[in-house]
């Protein structure tokens, strides 16, 4: 029996562990957590690990799709503006007065379909993934300022508030904000629909190779459109709980976040090749480049130097992923 | 007749394989001399030494030029020693123009050094598309021409330098007849002004009409040379050909079962607009036979089985299967049909190199490992472990990933992907290119096998011996046709090779 496990691929436990990709990443981030704690003990306080959880979901929650779009082997840069378009729809939705659900569902429609429209031309005319999203990232920006004309949409009920400003209270004085339970709940969702569907093995395939998974029968184009419809949708809820948190939908809100999350998901070592990725690497992933942000504040140090270490935080991890790639001989 | 060139003694070794074998050519001035043999005869090898792609060090024997010894260590010193070279494949810049193709690097200047004197540019790029009688403008796109003005627009360009030699390795594969004429007069017209030509083609009746000597390779040997006078054009074939068919291959024969698939009037077409890569190809195919399709690089072999696993689109044409008619438009409806390919790169368009065998092994077979769309791991762990172990994949696990294997096992693994989907009609396009010869008697084994079960098989394979050894029946192509067709037992390899190069 043993030895028909370890035929079947079974290692040990540990050796499982110690393989896995996000290992890599979990150190740096461990570094930074315990650096930052021994430096300012508040730094493992509740407050502000709540807070480096809270401000993490929502990248997370776009960084989820993106994901799916990386091992696709694409790239969306429309997210940061689908954010914005989908918190402005849900905002002018609810300052007309309609139900919060209804608006919700406006909004996360919205983004949706900013992303079908991505997935579409994607797979029907072949036009390389990053000028398709970088003209819808134009597109769903001006429609933005165009339906509020730059100013911010507010105010927005209470009871649509409570989304992004409320917590889950698990006893008098703990609770846990809404977006992180919705990250949580979203992320592993994605990640059992990415490791345990056929739908999520047929985006690794056609992120390993593309030809290969059309002539084996994988639907590649309906593939792509869905993930990019998810990776719209996603983006719009992410930019709902934004409006809700901020009390105000901005035609601004979510600009150049599309830079954060696909930084987040290549920390996390999600392959810009296609072919690999996990959704927990992105989370980790999110969760540092906060930290990172977070850790610096409370170390004191310049708001002005925090943009370097970031960049050199990517470069590190994209350098671990590349090291651990060549060593187990994967070289495409 | 003066000798302007002499290739003496080439030997070019890859490693531990043997190209080209003491290899001697000799070319006068003002002939054109043909270099024929069959795929991977060593033709192009002892073209691209005389090019210096090969550098000079990298091989033994010697280049003689006009009775000087030359070393090519780069293309640059060739082409300075007035050798020009059309390959096949067309390598022109295609956004810029015609008249800036042709001055590639070599752009006339202006007294200011550094800006370009276009009225000049112009002027020599109309001299040379004149010499070949291409019809365009000199600022025309490159983009916008056909295949087969670009390849003369090729030819001006090389012209412009002033060759002495004009190598042209199967110029014509992109062109149509008349385009063909065209070009044949042009190579006649500079013959007579002094420029001699090797001219490499698989096509034998042009090489008859067009060339003054042939030399045969086979197997990296020059075997024969014959002058127009003593041509033989059956002589040439047994000579490419050479080898007895001997039974390397234990040939198993099955009882053949009813009709499992008939092809009528394929056509496909390439992508030069208004010429077919496949015309009007009929074939049919029982139940347990393996029908060998032959035929030389270029004539639409794979081609036509791409397009009836409709992996690339036809024009028309009709499929069956089990006698009734079948739609099949894209990969997924052929696999509905229990078709399975196997593509002539397995790296390409084979395997997934970022997953492992398990993964790869199931990638066809989503239905059989899934419920409601998820993953049934350990089914799916099952199933392919029983395919891993049919085929004796040599691998640690199937968790392995798929790069790690020889090419040989990474052939397995595609083939066991098409075994658990339960196929029962199977293309196999070069099913043992690169395998070492352990690894191909593996394969036929398995061919053989899938042939007992039921399973109706298609096979090309450019290793002639192989083919004849494998298959039960044949069809030979040629420019998109099926020129021959031919049972087990009235096969030769001449008559296969006659087929193929047109002159049956």
């Known amino acids: 029996m043993k030895k028909n496990r370890k035929m079947l691929g079974k290692d040990s436990a540990i050796k499982r562990i110690l393989g896995k990709r996000e290992v890599g990443i979990l150190i740096p981030l461990i570094v930074v957590f315990v650096v930052s704690g021994l430096v300012n003990p508040l730094f493992f306080g509740y407050q502000n690990i709540t807070n480096i959880l809270f401000q993490s979901s929502f990248v997370f929650i776009i960084g989820i799709i ?28 609810l300052v007309a007065g309609l139900p919060v659900w209804l608006s919700i569902i406006f909004g996360i429609m919205a983004g ?16 390389p ?15 933005c300022e165009f339906f509020t004309r730059g100013n911010p949409v507010y105010p927005l009920p209470a009871n649509f508030n409570i989304l992004g400003q409320g917590k889950l ?29 056929t739908f999520g093995r047929a985006v690794f395939a056609i992120g ?23 990776s719209g949708m996603a983006a719009g809820m992410s930019g709902i709980l934004m409006a809700s948190r901020l009390g105000s939908a901005l035609s601004n809100s979510g600009m150049g976040w599309e830079l954060n999350v696909i930084a987040s998901v290549i920390i996390g070592g999600t392959s810009m090749f296609g072919g690999a990725g996990s959704i927990l690497g992105s989370a980790i992933g999110a969760v540092l480049m906060t930290t990172v942000t977070n850790g610096m504040a409370m170390l004191k140090v310049s708001v002005y130097l925090q943009k370097v270490v970031i960049g050199v935080v990517i470069l590190i991890a994209v350098g671990i992923d590349q090291y651990n790639r060549k060593r187990s001989g994967m070289k495409e | 007749m003066k000798k302007i060139l002499e290739m003496k003694n080439i030997t070019k070794q890859f490693h531990s394989v043997t190209a080209l074998k003491d290899v001697s050519i000799d070319l006068y001035d003002d002939e054109i001399l043909a270099l024929v043999g069959e795929n991977g005869a060593g033709k192009s090898t002892l073209m691209r030494i005389l090019s210096g792609s090969y550098a000079a060090n990298s091989y033994d024997g010697q280049i003689i030029m006009n009775g000087k010894k030359q070393k090519f260590s780069h293309t640059k010193d060739a082409e300075n020693a007035g050798i020009e070279m059309i390959y096949q494949e067309i390598s022109l810049m295609n956004d810029m123009t015609v008249a800036e193709n042709i001055m590639l690097g070599r752009m006339p200047q202006k007294r200011i050094p550094g800006f370009v004197d276009w009225k000049k540019a112009r002027q020599i790029a109309v001299e040379a598309l004149e010499l070949v009688g291409l019809d365009v403008r000199p600022d025309e796109l490159v983009r916008r021409l056909s295949t087969s003005q670009m390849q003369l627009l090729s030819i001006g360009k090389a012209l412009m330098r002033k060759p002495k030699i004009l ?37 034998l009746d042009e090489v008859f009409a067009l060339t003054d000597r042939i030399t045969v390779l086979r197997d990296g040997k020059v075997i024969n040379t014959y002058t127009k006078e003593n041509l033989q054009p059956d002589k040439v074939i047994e000579d490419m050909v050479g080898r007895k068919v001997e039974n390397m291959y234990p040939k198993v024969h099955v009882q053949m079962g009813e009709e499992a698939l008939r092809v009528e009037n394929f056509t496909v077409p390439s992508s030069i607009p208004g010429k077919n890569i496949i015309d009007e190809a009929s074939f049919s195919l029982k139940h347990g036979e393996i029908l060998g399709i032959g035929g030389l690089v270029g004539a639409g072999r794979s081609e036509l089985i791409n397009a009836v696993f409709g992996a690339i689109k036809k024009e028309k044409g009709e499929v069956f299967i089990d006698g009734k008619p079948v739609k099949i438009n894209k990969p997924t409806d052929a696999i509905a049909h229990k078709m399975g390919l196997l593509t002539e790169d397995r790296r390409a ?67 066991a992907k098409w075994l658990m989907s339960d196929v029962h009609i199977l293309f196999l396009d070069e099913p043992t290119r690169g395998i070492d010869v352990g690894a191909k008697v593996e394969i036929y084994d398995i061919i053989f096998e899938l042939a007992k079960k039921g399973v109706a098989i298609v096979m090309i394979s450019s290793e002639l011996p192989e083919l004849l050894a494998v298959c039960d029946r044949f069809i030979v192509l040629a420019q998109g046709r099926i020129r021959g067709k031919f049972s087990r037992e009235e096969v030769t390899e001449e008559l296969f090779m006659k087929a193929a190069t047109n002159i049956l």
């Not at chain 1, 994901?67 to 729809?89: N, P």
């Not at chain 1, 059309?214 to 993930?227: A, E, F, N």
């Not at chain 2, 062109?175 to 420029?195: A, N, P, Q, V, Y």
Request: some cysteine; hydrophobic content about 45%; aromatic content about 6%.
């Open chain 2, 349 to 415: 368009s084979g395997y997934v190199g970022t997953m492992n065998l398990r993964e790869n092994i199931s990638l066809a077979s989503f239905k059989e490992i899934s419920k409601r769309g998820f993953l049934n791991k350990i089914k799916e762990k099952k199933a392919t472990k029983v395919q891993f172990d049919a085929l004796n994949v040599r691998a640690p696990s199937i968790e392995t990933n798929v790069l790690n294997l020889s090419g040989g096992n990474q052939q397995k693994v595609v083939l």
């Open chain 1, 112 to 127: 949706g379909a900013v992303g079908l429209f991505n997935g579409f031309i994607i797979a029907k005319f072949n036009i």
């Open chain 1, 169 to 197: 209270m698990l006893s008098e004085s703990f609770g846990i904000p809404w977006p992180v339970i919705f990250a949580l709940v979203l992320g592993i969702i994605g990640h059992i629909i990415l490791t345990q569907t």
């Open chain 1, 66 to 93: 993106t994901t799916y779009v990386f091992i696709l082997g694409c790239m969306d840069l429309s997210v940061g503006s689908v954010l914005g378009l989908s918190g402005v729809v849900t905002g002018l939705a």
């Open chain 1, 208 to 230: 390993g190779n593309k030809e290969t998974a059309r002539l084996s029968g994988i639907k590649v184009k309906r593939t792509t459109m869905i993930v990019y419809t998810l």
């Open chain 1, 129 to 143: 993934t990053l000028i398709v999203t970088l003209s819808t990232m134009y597109i769903a920006r001006g429609l």
């Open chain 2, 167 to 203: 190598v042209l390795d199967e110029p014509t594969s992109a062109l149509t007849g008349k385009e063909t004429h065209t070009l044949m007069t042009i190579l006649r017209d500079l013959k007579s002004r002094g420029i001699s030509c090797i001219y490499i083609s698989h096509k």
